[in-house]
Structures are given as C-alpha cells and as structure tokens.
C-alpha cells in the first residue's frame, strides 16, 4: 500500500510571496498524483494532476506541481499567493489497483 | 454535465440515534462511488466504495454502513451513532478509467 506523507500541517505566508507545499509518497513505482484544494465546509476540488508526460504541471488557480520520481515527491508551488488561495490542500496518490491514498493535509493561511 | 449532490449540509444528532446521508450523482451512468470521512485535523479515509447497484466494498470496520439501491444513489446508515462518528463526510464519484475524483460538497457531522 503506498502512503502519502504531508510534511507540513499548516503553512503561514504574507499575501504576494511564494509558496511551496510539501508531499511525498512511498513507492517510486507508477502512480497518478493529485492535488486538491478544500475551502471551509466545502467539498474537494482537482487542482492538478500528473498522468504522465512532463513533469512539471500546470493546474488551476496558478498553481502548479513537480513530479520528482527519484525524490517521490510531488510539491505544489505558487509563484505569488493571494488572500483567496487560504484553504487546505490535499496531496493523492492513485496506484495501479485503483486506490487511492491521501495525505493529510496543509492548511495553507494567507495574511495580508 | 456531471453533477454530484450531497445532502444535509450540516446535522447535529445525538449518540445512540440513527444516520442517512445521502449522494446522488446526475449526468452520468454506473459511476463508481465513494464515502470518505475527514476527522478534525486528519485526512480522508475512505469508507466505502461500490462499482455497482447493491456492490459495497468497506474499507474499514465501524458502525457505519452503506447502500446502494439505485444506480447513482449512494446513502452512508447507521442504526446508533458514537461520538466518534462526529466528522466531515465526503460523497464522491469517478469513471472507470478516469483518473481523479469529483468530490460532493461534504456533510458536517456532530454527534453530541
């Protein structure tokens, strides 16, 4: 079974600045890996995600992610954070039997 | 479009009574469903999926159940709620073959 690790449960940033969101995973073999986003008492959204090609993806809202297979990691970043990118951000895997796995979460809090 | 509706928003039930959530799914045929529950502070654990009218699979022991009685109607039960029942509860459907979920807007659970 793979595991998806968030390493930060909450990340405070000024308004303006960059941002990068930590998630790895377990097994380097094939995956699918996903970010969704959670604003308050909502259900998830996709932000992203990595099937294969490119490793560097582009999704909504300005953010994008990096697969990283020999780190399994797949950071999301965001150049430049506003107030309305506050919520929590899930990183998942999807495996080869159709499971999928999720971190924990980062609440992601931007202050102005 | 595909659209995916999940219903109460909120609920506050005392321990001991009954629960029905339910998920229904428009604008698609025999999508493969999902219950996932997020405790406060922790991520998605997933519940129950079914890939079929009256198929459920239970990923994890608990006094919950699942049903599946029309083909995108999936409804979370339970004849006695615990206080550890208290959490988020996401509905969510995918596509045999598609590679991300689309998430209900969740239902906040408080067993008091």
């Known amino acids: 079974a793979q595991s998806v690790t968030q390493l930060d449960s909450q990340v405070p940033v000024f308004e303006e600045a960059p941002v990068e969101l930590r998630c790895n995973y377990s097994s380097s073999v094939s995956v699918y890996l996903f970010w969704y986003v959670q604003y308050p008492n909502q259900g998830l959204q996709l932000l992203l995600k990595y099937l294969s090609g490119s490793t560097l993806v582009k999704g909504i809202n300005g953010f994008e992610a990096e697969f990283n297979k020999s780190q399994t990691s797949f950071h999301l970043r965001k150049p430049s954070v506003h107030i309305s990118d506050t919520a929590e951000y899930f990183c998942a895997v999807k495996d080869n039997f159709n499971k999928f796995y999720f971190g924990s979460g980062t609440k992601l809090n931007v202050k102005p | 479009s595909q659209t995916i509706h999940q219903w109460p928003a909120t609920l506050v039930q005392p321990v001991g009574s009954p629960l029905s959530l339910e998920c229904t799914v428009e604008g698609t045929s025999n999508p493969n469903l999902y219950w996932y529950r997020q405790a406060a502070g922790r991520g998605l654990q997933l519940l129950f999926y079914s890939v079929g009218i009256g198929q459920i699979s239970s990923e994890v022991p608990q006094n919950l159940s699942a049903s599946r009685p029309q083909d995108r109607q999936f409804i979370l039960s339970s004849k006695k709620l615990l206080l550890s029942d208290s959490g988020f509860y996401l509905c969510?459907?995918?596509?045999?073959?598609?590679?991300?979920?689309?998430f209900g807007s969740g239902t906040r659970l408080t067993v008091v």
């Open positions: 969510a459907w995918r596509r045999d073959g598609d590679y991300g979920y689309t």
